[in-house]
């Protein structure tokens, strides 16, 4: 399997997205947050995924503005968040979002959370901001089967990507297969388990067979399991080291042995319990 950094997908409404992004979550300290973006943009990341919940959109927007790419050198995915939900709502959200980024149009934007109540209201605003441009491409993000099944109902655009919690404690597979049914790109958060899943001697003792370490395993596996990823971290060196993952490949025997690690075990909340519950 040749896979290589620039590789890109190409989602249901035509436009290509990187594979391979990185995650800006519980990036706030500015000048930590320059330096992370600095060194992944010199490494190659062209995708870049926050949130208004994150807040660090404004920084975001103003690396961009300073960084000297041009606006088709890179990505940008932002989400509305839960109480932002609702048609005025998730209309003012985006504006917001819109002015801190500095951007004209965004990349992609996600539901971040299905909400039982506002649910249809969401994505009609967002839609909307499809229709006119204003967002290259629509998604959601923790959106399980049946709330995928509730918005087919309706929708006009269906989403193109699913953003959902995918790791080797909980690798989201019969979810997986619904989405490459709808034509749906899967893309893992928390793609390491939030670092949890490293020390596991499976993960330790196949990084010592490749020569790489246990995170690099654990996001090639993603990768040959065709899946996008957006990890994180501010740390130079990891950085890097989550990018130079394109110079070996896993076994078969190998993936199977990554898998055995499945138990079940998430870093946050099920999509049901936001769903149904509206304070949070
Ligand atoms: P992650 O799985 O990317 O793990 C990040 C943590 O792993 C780092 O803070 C660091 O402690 C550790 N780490 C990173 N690289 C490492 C390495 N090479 N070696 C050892 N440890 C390493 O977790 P995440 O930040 O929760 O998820 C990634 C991105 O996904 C986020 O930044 C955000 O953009 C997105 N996200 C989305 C949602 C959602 O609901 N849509 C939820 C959480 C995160």
Not at 23 to 45: F, I, P, S
Not at 136 to 156: K, P, Y
């Amino acid at each position: 399997m040749t896979l290589s950094f620039s590789d890109t997908y190409k989602l249901n409404n035509g436009i290509e997205m990187p594979r391979h992004g990185f995650g800006v979550y519980k990036l706030t300290d500015e000048k930590r947050m320059r330096t992370a973006l600095e060194t992944a943009v010199d490494v190659g990341y062209r995708l870049f995924d926050t949130a208004s919940f994150y807040h660090n959109e404004k920084e975001l927007g103003d690396f961009f503005a300073s960084s000297g790419l041009k606006r088709d050198e890179f990505f940008v995915t932002t989400k509305m968040w839960n109480t932002e939900q609702g048609y005025d709502e998730t209309l003012r959200a985006f504006e917001k979002s819109q002015k801190k980024l500095q951007l004209d149009q965004i990349d992609l934007y996600l539901v971040h959370w299905p909400k039982q109540d506002t649910f249809f209201e969401t994505w009609r605003a967002v839609e909307k901001l499809y229709d006119e441009g204003l967002v290259r491409a629509i998604g959601v993000s923790n959106f399980e089967a049946h709330h995928l099944d509730r918005l087919r109902t309706s929708a006009n655009v269906l989403p193109v990507v699913d953003q959902l919690e995918t790791h080797p404690h909980f690798p989201n597979r019969l979810l997986h297969r619904y989405l490459e049914e709808l034509h749906i790109v899967h893309q893992a958060w928390s793609p390491l388990g939030r670092g949890g899943v490293l020390e596991e001697q499976i993960l330790i003792d196949l990084a010592k067979k490749h020569g790489k370490s246990p995170a690099q395993i654990v996001l090639r596996w993603h990768l040959q399991n065709n899946i996008s990823i957006i990890p994180k971290s501010e740390t130079p060196s990891r950085i890097k080291e989550n990018a130079a993952i394109y110079d070996f490949e896993l076994t078969e025997a190998d993936m199977h042995q990554v898998d055995r690690l499945n138990n079940g075990e998430r870093v946050s909340h099920a999509p049901d319990v936001m769903y149904v519950r509206s304070e949070i």
